[in-house]
């Protein structure tokens, strides 16, 4: 049984593939740095909602077979270590390439020889190379591969299995022993370089940012007309297979889209035009909403009502959520605002039944199943169809 360690492992990335591992026969170790997190874990209690891991968290807690620690000496044990550690973008937009490194000197005296090292978060181009070279600079022979995770909130316990994992590997022998780790759980194998596997995380991310935005500039130019887009991409997407990957519009947010697309931006030495446009228009929409509500209704003796502040339906994770730009913006403009959510944790939110009794207006942040079946009684804003009733504001 091999012993593995997730660094970064009570996250949204880290712990969910720890414990399918675990589930799959390794004995796992999730080495973190929130007490609180590793508390619940080894509770038997995820700290996140994600579907289907709370019988699979539990199980292997049961068996023996994983634990939550803030010990960094589990490193020593393990003959491989998957790094859950991506690439940031500071306020300026900027990536930080060197921080998985400020991670590594941290560890610094935990490695040994001969462990195999799994990059597994987002990484800017070259962060691979980088890591080999440290890892070289400081006297340790290890194996480096770049196995970028692929799922989506929510749905870890079913594409983990379900999802091709990608290899970046330098050498056939460090492929080898990257490829019979992800076979504990994947279905296929992709091999590549990892300066491939880093492209091509970031293209992926990207590739759905710019999606979003183009669907969302739609969304702002026939609502400018007059026109319901919902309507339109309705009648263009239907038995229609050129368009059928059309989304409908909304809030494009998260901890990764946007900070991959500057992260290909800062890459490409700031000419990837089509990426800063599609980051305006994603981030400039909920003001576009705001207008659009304003030219109907004076917000400024009004109370109004944000429903749904998680980055999309769901899910309990609030971080980048335009929900949040939303409320900032409406602070400014409104007598009052209210948020809620079912799901998020967050002492300035509200009960659903209490902000939609004082709201003057509701606009709808995330389309969260639950409000399809609310009778609302005062002006409803909602540029994601909940209703049925088309988007057009």
């Not at 591992?21 to 170790?29: F, I, M, T, Y």
């Not at 539990?58 to 393990?78: G, H, L, Y």
């Not at 109370?303 to 999309?312: D, E, H, N, P, R």
């Amino acid at each position: 049984m091999e012993n593995l360690v997730v660094v970064g492992g009570c996250g949204h990335v880290g712990l969910p593939l720890a414990i399918v591992l675990a589930d799959s026969g390794l004995r796992v170790k999730s080495l973190d740095i929130d007490e609180s997190k590793i508390s619940l874990v080894n509770s038997g209690v995820m700290p996140f909602m994600e579907y289907g891991s709370d019988e699979v968290l539990k199980r292997v807690r049961e068996k023996d077979v994983f634990q939550a620690t803030s010990d960094k000496m589990c490193i020593t044990e393990a003959e491989t270590v998957v790094v859950v550690v991506g690439t940031p973008v500071d306020e300026h937009l900027n990536p930080d390439p060197e921080a998985i490194i400020h991670v590594l000197e941290e560890l610094k005296s935990y490695f040994k020889e001969g462990q195999l090292i799994v990059l597994r978060s987002t990484v800017y181009p070259g962060v691979t190379r980088r890591v080999e070279n440290w890892f070289e600079q400081n006297g340790v022979g290890v194996s480096v591969a770049f196995c970028p995770e692929r799922i989506a909130e929510g749905k870890a316990m079913e594409e983990l299995y379900s999802l091709p994992q990608i290899i970046g590997a330098r050498d056939e022998s460090t492929s080898s022993r990257a490829s019979a780790l992800f076979t504990n759980i994947a279905h296929s194998i992709v091999y590549c370089s990892p300066e491939e596997a880093e492209l091509a995380k970031l293209f992926t991310n990207v590739w759905r940012y710019i999606k979003f935005a183009a669907v969302n500039q739609f969304y702002m130019m026939a609502n400018d007309a007059g026109i319901d887009f919902e309507n339109v991409r309705q009648a263009l997407t239907q038995d229609y297979p050129r368009a059928q990957d059309m989304p409908s519009a909304g809030f494009s947010a998260g901890p990764c889209l946007f900070k991959d697309t500057m992260q290909l931006g800062a890459f490409s030495n700031n000419t990837f035009a089509l990426g800063h446009a599609a980051m305006l228009v994603n981030e400039g929409l909920p003001l576009y909403v705001i207008e659009q509500v304003e030219k109907q209704i004076n917000l400024k003796d009004k109370t109004v009502a944000i429903l749904g502040m998680a980055f999309k339906p769901e899910v309990d994770d609030e971080r980048s959520s335009l929900s949040y730009k939303l409320r900032k913006l409406l602070l400014f403009r409104a007598g009052e605002v209210l948020c809620s959510d079912p799901f998020v944790k967050d002492q300035r939110l509200v009960p659903l039944e209490t902000a939609i009794e004082r709201a003057d207006i509701i606009i709808i942040g995330t389309p969260h199943f639950q409000y399809r079946a609310l009778d609302f009684k005062v002006p409803v804003f909602d540029v994601w169809n909940m209703s049925g009733e088309g988007v057009l504001l």
